[in-house]
């Protein structure tokens, strides 16, 4: 693994969302790993790391996949330090309950204040489990919107909303690109 030079800046992007819901799948499949059907649990935070370039300038970036596992919570204050950017993960066949799997997140992002700096993608994942799906339009639009009230942000800031499918990749690389454009942006800004 290449180590980035000292002049390089580092942009870091945390992976969220409970447990199960495809948080490591969608990492490795836009890493270029694939799909993998066993589940193996996260135990703390897997990390990954890659170059990219924009406008012909290389940059790095370390993707933290953090332990959607509750029991994990209190060890989750260090993984947000200097966080760039934040996919929320939600399995699209879950009932979308906000207290159970958004709640808790926004919440993790406001007490460990990086609500304020980081840019924000809410991922709706698995739409290839499509008659096991209980997420649509309708309670995509309410977790938005309940984010977007809880976050301390004016209403210009953007949040990307992507359905991806870990398995088949379909919107995988769209929605990296989107928050890692953002990322970029905001730390040029």
Do not use: C
Request: negative net charge.
């Amino acid at each position: 693994m290449d180590i980035p030079s000292e002049d390089r800046y580092i942009f870091k992007l945390v992976l969220t969302g409970n447990e199960k819901v495809g948080k490591t799948t969608l990492r490795k499949r836009f890493m270029g790993v694939g799909f993998a059907k066993d589940y193996k649990k996260t135990i703390g935070v897997d990390l990954s790391y890659m170059k990219f370039k924009r406008d012909n300038e290389e940059h790095d970036l370390v993707i933290w996949d953090i332990a959607g596992d509750a029991s994990f919570k209190k060890n989750r204050a260090m993984y947000y330090k200097g966080t760039n950017g934040v996919m929320l993960v939600i399995d699209v066949t879950s009932n979308g309950d906000l207290d159970t799997f958004v709640k808790p997140w926004v919440d993790d992002y406001i007490q460990q204040e990086i609500a304020n700096t980081m840019q924000l993608a809410i991922i709706f994942n698995k739409i290839d489990l499509k008659d096991a799906r209980q997420i649509f339009t309708a309670e995509k639009k309410a977790i938005i919107d309940y984010i977007r009230e809880r976050l301390p942000r004016d209403e210009s800031f953007e949040i990307g909303s992507f359905e991806t499918s870990a398995l088949t990749g379909e919107g995988v690389r769209d929605a990296f690109e989107w928050l890692i454009e953002k990322m970029v942006q905001n730390h040029d800004a």
